[in-house]
């Protein structure tokens, strides 16, 4: 009895899951066709407002964290990591918003650096109310070039480990690359000796043959 109710259990556990990745890729969905589309109605304009207001040019990755959210909900195979998947994909894109919003001066104040990002909404590039907010901060404290440097390598550093890639791998593959090369350029020179060795046998062929008819 206690078996069946720890699978029962599991089971309304995996189909909530599910229930909330396929939810989750949806509405990412719907609010991203939302950002380029006016025919989803009141709901759309609402959504482009609110996604534009936070997040500026960067407004379509709010829908794609929640695509990948859903679908790392659904998968099996990242049920442990999940947490730590969601972390670096929502790290690269605060990146990416804090890179958008570098076009507004250094010298603004935040709560001018933000009514800029809501007065300017539709027609400059920023990173919105979020890109503002870490944008200030980060441009204040390192300047534009610094700041750049940062985000590049915060980016690097979430796609390696995204795809969990080390040095040793990377180590690998150079490897496999140089171990083809040289084997490539033996069937090479192989085949150029083959071709030689065929071209000197025909020249012989032709001296025969005129040779014998002499």
Do not use: H, W
Not at 111 to 122: A, G, N, P, Q, T
């Amino acid at each position: 009895m206690k078996k069946n109710k720890k699978v029962k259990k599991k089971q309304r556990n995996t189909e909530q899951k599910t229930l909330l990745g396929v939810a989750l890729i949806l509405f990412g969905l719907i609010s991203f066709i939302s950002l380029y589309s006016d025919k989803i109605g009141l709901f759309g304009v609402f959504i482009y407002k609110i996604f534009t207001l936070l997040s500026g040019s960067g407004n379509f990755l709010i829908p794609c964290i929640m695509i990948i959210c859903g679908i790392l909900i659904i998968l099996p195979k990242y049920k442990e990591d999940i947490f730590k998947y969601i972390t670096l994909f929502s790290l690269i894109c605060l990146c990416i918003l804090v890179y958008l919003d570098g076009t507004k001066n250094i010298d603004l104040t935040l709560v001018d650096r933000i009514s800029m990002s809501i007065e300017y909404l539709d027609i400059a590039t920023s990173g919105g109310v979020i890109g503002s907010i870490f944008g200030f901060f980060m441009y204040k404290f390192f300047g534009a070039i610094g700041t750049y440097m940062i985000l590049a390598t915060i980016v690097l550093v979430c796609v390696f480990l995204i795809f969990k890639i080390n040095f040793e791998t990377l180590k690998n593959i150079s490897s496999n690359f140089s171990d083809y090369g040289s084997s490539l350029g033996v069937k090479l020179s192989a085949i150029k000796e083959n071709v030689s060795d065929g071209l000197e046998k025909k020249k012989l062929e032709k001296i025969l043959k005129i040779k014998k008819t002499k």
